[in-house]
């Protein structure tokens, strides 16, 4: 029933002769959250998975319960696909005020699809390629009136399938799978509107007919199959390989489902989730877990994080493992809880009371909030210290594909070690790393340790001793610095030396090195360095810094009231470099690359690559 | 520092002795209550006779929540008020542990409250031993969520204005499984209580009125008997078919617990309230695990996430 792969085969009778060859495209699906349009992302983005393109998302939820208007952006295409674009190059757009709202996103040349039977664009305007097609209408006509309009979003998704010569079987089979499940009418349906999606620009579309380059196979590498999924799932099946079996939380935008996968996948882990009455619970519940011998994981977003700060201090006093995840959103306060942000580096690293050194790490993207996720919980392990794993909104959200992880080899075994602890057994040991008892464990002396967060000796017994408080705070800080001397570099890319180094963490990964690619093409010398490890720092950072005539840190949080953003500030400190400046901002989006590409150019006072930026890049589907 | 071992370790098996149960000498003032609630606690653990390595003492902040360090066994000192979440972390991560939480009114009453209230609804198998002295003792005598009304505190020098606490209520109405009332100058009443709230099934609460001779003199007194007090015991139902018995407690009766919780100054002592019936939060875990790995017919931890994996392609 499904049209088949290739216009020649749909029986002649159809569009232009040969789709033109674009490397990638970014589509802005606007509607309103009840459409369905993030399926149409899934749909897309799982496809890509199953393909030989890559693919990264970008979405804004409502920050209203139900109904508004809502966005799915999907860049699709060959080779690395590192950020969801600055701007689109083709807007689907489903009501008056959904174009309203994102023509201005849409790129010069690029093409205009809206729904004829709710949209009127401005008349005059030629900017783009402008499609009227009655979505609403073509869908009904398809699936029959019973529906009403529910299947726009599948009738969009066959359009877009012919448009771009995407695999159909693959897209179908997808259909077939997310549909299956329930009732048969539903698929059939979900396949009827598809179709007619398919079929629609063949009789009414000549010349919008584009297939993505064929991919290097030099390059596409592991041999691994690809699997699609967003930044939350990635650290909730991190810790699952991690052999986490236990965490605590209370919901909060964007970590609650990191809560809610593991309250559903945990017990078939033999595991325990526990929603607590409050955050402070949440942290608490969680390092008694630990304290068991069962590394457990807490988490929550930037107001919840500052809940859990007393906890987190004792977890360093009581040299206590456990691993905290925070989701950063728009703050201060509840802020701009559905938006993304940077802001809480500092309250990471530094939010809690008293002299509490710790570890903050930061994922680059989907795939590293898996391999970062597993990390932190080894660290914990190894260090018996608190780990913060620092995300944020727009990574919890965002759907990108990746190999497919070596599950085999990364598993960890669960379970606390409980075999017995000789008599010389200390839990706070001056010369050697903490490793406690868990409860259930004997101990061969008969004399059983206390954990504390009072200053303590050897044994865990109350000291008011300044001289052991001095060794004890020593012995904390100095297994932190044994940790960062064990940190890999991190990844530098671009020139050795030069004017400018552009240095970000976090989920600025991938536009920051868009932005280098763009800047080197102007012919100034720079380089990105990317840092995960934002806390113990690795070592050797200051040649590399010291090779730049610029170090620009661009980051997601406010220039503060020195001029700098809170990475800087600590790099500053750290490095006592004046080369050392800040790109900041504050809009609750994550960076174009051109704002990058400008944060540099104005450091440099470079003119022509300001220029650079000011140029309109047309669209890929501009016609010719 | 203090060096390791002076004396041979018992061997594994031996009883638990309270000389080996002793550990830090207690750090409270001479007179306090607490003294014997830490001696009646020796002789709990000396009848219920729990491997050595199975027992959990957690406490809070506070005089009373210094306890785990004057007794010989895993433990550990925590932040203001959230004992109960940490202990709760503890039962349901290591099923086969006796957990026991000692704290005062601060701790379990004010910081602490709202923890009280949902350790008590999930029925967490944990016991609680709160020592109420009605005020706050280790900062120095300010006004407590159970100080009563006109008490003379650094926090009210012209007298507590606000309402206190009702603990017996309290409890009984987050839903505490086993609450139970005691006295410090009661030692063996008190270790009937903390031995029955051990042997409970559940969420066991033991309220003691503990004396803090510093700056809470007397607080307690109207239950002495040689300072002029009454002692009334609860009279608790013996299901003996004798026509007296129908007068008596049930402690199953919720309803006839409140009316206990509502009596005068100083109330009852006893046992208030016991459900045998309401399953705990460890046993539905384990549960919801058994269900589920019905399901999933045991796969292991590495086929489970493969296929997980694999739904993502």
Known sequence: MVSPNTPEASGGASASAAPRSIKDVVIRLAGNSQDGIQAIGGFLARLAGRSDQDVMTYMTIPSTISGGPSIFQVRMGTGDILSAGDRADMLVAFYQHSYDAHIGSLRPGGVLLYDADHVKPVEGDNRFTNVACPITTGTIEAVGGTAKDKGKNIYVLGLIARIFDLEVAKLTQLIRERFGGKNEDIVRNALLAFDAGYAWPQNNLRDLFYRFEAIDRATAVSGRPQVTLDGNSAIAYGFLAAGVRHGAGYPITPWSSIMETLRTELPKYGGVFVQCEDEIASISTALGFSYTGNVAITGSAGPGLSLKMEALSWATMAEMPIVVVNVQRGGPSTGMPTNVEQSDLMQAIYGSHGDTPRVVLAPKNVEDCFYLAIEAVRIARAYSTPVLLLTDQALSSRIEAFDEPDLKALMVPPGPDRTERPADFKPYPLDRQTRHAPAGTRIASGKYPVVTGLEHDEFGHPTGSPKLHAQMNAKRREKIKALAATLPAPELSGDASGEALIVTWGSNYGPAREALERIRAAGVSAAHLHIRHVHPLPHGLEEVLARYRKVVVAELNDEGVYGFGQFATLLRARYALPSIVSTCKTDGLTFKVSELVAGVARHLGNATLEGLVSQARPSPLASR | ?313
């Open chain 2, 1 to 313: 520092m203090s060096t390791a071992v002076a004396t041979p370790p018992p061997p594994a098996g031996a009883p638990l002795t309270k000389k080996v149960l002793t550990a830090d000498h207690p750090t409270w003032c001479p007179g306090c209550g607490d003294f014997a609630v830490l001696a009646s606690f020796y002789r709990v653990l000396e009848k219920l006779q729990y491997p050595h390595e199975k027992i959990v003492t957690f406490a809070g902040i506070g005089c009373s929540s210094r306890f785990p360090y004057f007794v010989n066994t895993h433990g550990g000192h925590f932040i203001h008020g959230r004992a109960l979440p940490f202990a709760a972390g503890i039962s349901l991560g290591g099923d086969d542990l006796h957990v026991f939480v000692f704290g005062g009114d601060g701790d379990g009453f004010s910081i602490g409250g709202n923890h009280l209230t949902h350790t008590a609804r999930k029925n967490v198998r944990i016991t609680y031993v709160i020592m109420d002295n009605s005020v706050y003792g280790l900062t120095k005598k300010q006004t407590s969520p159970t100080s009563p009304i006109g008490f003379k505190s650094k926090t009210d020098p012209w007298g507590a204005l606000d309402q206190p606490i009702n603990p017996m209520r309290t409890l009984l109405n987050s839903g505490a499984t086993f609450v139970a009332r005691s006295h410090a100058t009661q030692v063996n009443h008190m270790t009937e209580m903390m031995l029955r709230a051990a042997r409970h099934d559940g969420f066991s609460v033991v309220e003691i009125l503990s004396e803090c001779v510093e700056f809470f003199e007397g607080a307690f007194d109207a239950a002495i008997p040689r300072k002029g007090g009454h002692w009334v015991l609860i009279d608790e139902k013996k299901n003996d078919g004798s026509p007296e018995d129908a007068a008596r407690h049930d402690v199953s009766d919720e309803l006839a617990a409140f009316q206990l919780a509502g009596q005068a100054w100083p109330g009852k002592f006893g046992v208030f309230y016991e459900n045998k019936t309401r399953r705990t939060k460890n046993a539905l875990e384990a549960e919801l695990i058994a269900k589920t790995r019905e399901k999933t017919k045991g796969a292991t931890d590495l086929a489970l996430l493969q296929a997980t994996f694999a739904k993502l392609r």
